[in-house]
């Protein structure tokens, strides 16, 4: 028990002895030690059992400690990572340093060198998750804000919705807020108590996917080292929200299907058959009648999807609500870093209204952000406003000449994105974190729309 209070480290490292020396150590001062004997043992573990802190060394055979941070990093980039290695260079330690590893350790260890290390990693991954915990206690409110005609329908249908167990399809632009609606369907619900299952499809590799959702059995495949549930099985008894459901393929599609159908599946590996029961609540941003044609989606699974639609207007389409909004954002930005209330003033309040948000809710809630951490007023004005321009003036001349919603969509999104990469130096990292993204997800759609660097700044 005295372990688990202080942290669940990981250590990597294919030096049977250094393992023993680590474990020796860690454990003496209270914390539970994990071990791996290369980087895709590491991986696993990392994926599977999130510890609080990672010790990595630096050479192994297989993958290498840098390739191991790289794929942390990707995994989740607030475990800290302390490198270790047998050979220290300045070289190799500002290497990692930039790849995100939190500090560099020669061997063999020091006890008290490691130790202060650590404790200052784990108290630092508590603070980021306190500070995760905290938005979330924030923004699970971000319910729908606005007096819209529009917004009024919306929260109608979902009163309606709600109640019932159908399922639900949400479409609508990215950025919109499909995934507020599907959590006040939830709340709504008979199953607002338990838990609330959200799925990414575009941000999963599709070789992963069908792991995720179906979870999978010990030795199913390289690194499966112990049972691990899935996305349906966790969510069992409350609500599974499959967003960007139009990126799965058609082949998890079909098994998508069968849960649907049954409520039954077998774990990847298994052959044990697992029964649950979800509510089903899918998003997507694209044409599914279209992609039906093309035969990207199947048929039967649109039906079963399509019990109950809801079209989430983007928000140039309820310009009224923006002043709401912002004023909304603006405290909830406000409580969550500890700062004074601030107004905006009516000169910011007409500059909101009058730019098109082909980012829709979430640009607006970025850039809202953005001045509250950034301005040292009390009242917002137009000064405190970062450039619009460059994104609304490249839309312009593109958009005139858009016959359906398909192209302007994607227009739309590609010059956003573009835009937004361009202003952080092409930084994927910092880009998908401004517009509240996962990394993976942003470089699949920069695939998708064919953005590529350029030299400009």
């Known amino acids: 028990m005295v372990g688990e209070a202080k942290g669940r480290i990981l250590v990597i490292d294919d030096d049977r002895d250094i393992r023993k020396i680590l474990r020796t150590i860690l454990e003496y001062d209270g914390y539970t030690v994990l071990e791996a004997v290369d980087g895709r043992e590491g991986l696993a573990r990392v994926r599977d059992e999130w510890p609080d802190a990672v010790l990595l060394d630096i050479k192994m055979a297989g993958l290498d400690g840098v390739e191991v941070l790289r794929h942390i990093r990707d995994t989740d980039p607030d475990i800290p990572v302390v490198m270790l290695s047998g050979h220290g260079t300045v070289a190799t330690a500002i290497e990692t340093t930039k790849l995100g590893a939190f500090d560099f350790l020669e061997k063999p260890p020091d006890r008290d060198k490691i130790l202060v290390i650590i404790r200052n990693a784990v108290a630092n991954r508590r ?111 409350g609500t599974i929200f499959l967003d960007e459901i139009g990126d799965m393929s058609p082949r998890v599609q079909a098994k998508v299907l069968r849960v649907l159908e049954s409520g039954e599946f077998e774990r990847v590996g298994g052959t044990e058959t697992v029964k649950v029961d979800v509510r089903l609540i899918a998003a997507t941003n694209q044409d599914i009648k279209a992609m039906i044609k093309s035969g990207t989606f199947r048929e039967d699974l649109y039906y079963r999807l399509n019990v109950v639609v809801i079209d989430v207007p983007p928000l140039r389409k309820r310009r009224e609500d923006i002043p709401i909004l912002a004023r909304y954002f603006l405290n909830v930005y406000c409580e969550l870093y500890g700062l004074r209330p601030k107004l905006v003033d009516d000169g910011l309040v007409q500059e909101l209204t009058a730019y098109a948000w082909p980012g829709n809710v979430r640009e607006l809630r970025n850039i809202v952000e953005r001045m509250v951490i950034t ?45 937004r990469l361009r202003a952080n130096k092409w930084n994927i990292s910092k880009t998908a974190q401004e517009l509240g993204m996962q990394r993976g997800n942003l470089y699949i759609k920069m695939k998708k729309l064919g953005i590529e660097p350029d030299e400009r700044t």
């Open 127 to 237: 603070l980021a998750r306190e500070k995760l915990a905290l938005e979330r206690t924030l923004t699970k409110g971000f319910t729908l804000v606005g007096e819209s005609p529009a917004i009024k329908e919306l929260a109608a249908t979902i009163s309606r919705v709600g109640p019932t167990d159908a399922k639900v399809l949400i479409t609508g632009e990215n950025g919109v807020g499909k995934g507020v609606v599907a959590r006040a369907i939830h709340r709504e619900s008979r199953r607002g108590a338990a838990r609330f299952v959200e799925v990414s499809c575009a941000a999963i590799p599709d070789d992963l996917i069908e792991s995720e959702l179906l979870g999978y059995e010990k030795g199913a495949f390289s690194g499966a080292l112990a049972r691990k549930p899935g996305r349906f099985e966790l969510a069992d008894g």
């Open 375 to 419: 301005s040292r007023r009390d009242t917002l004005t137009r000064e405190d406003l970062p450039p619009l321009t460059e994104v609304a003036g490249e839309l312009a001349s593109e958009l005139a000449g858009t016959e359906t919603y398909e192209e302007f969509r994607r227009i739309s999104e590609k010059r956003f994105l573009t835009a």
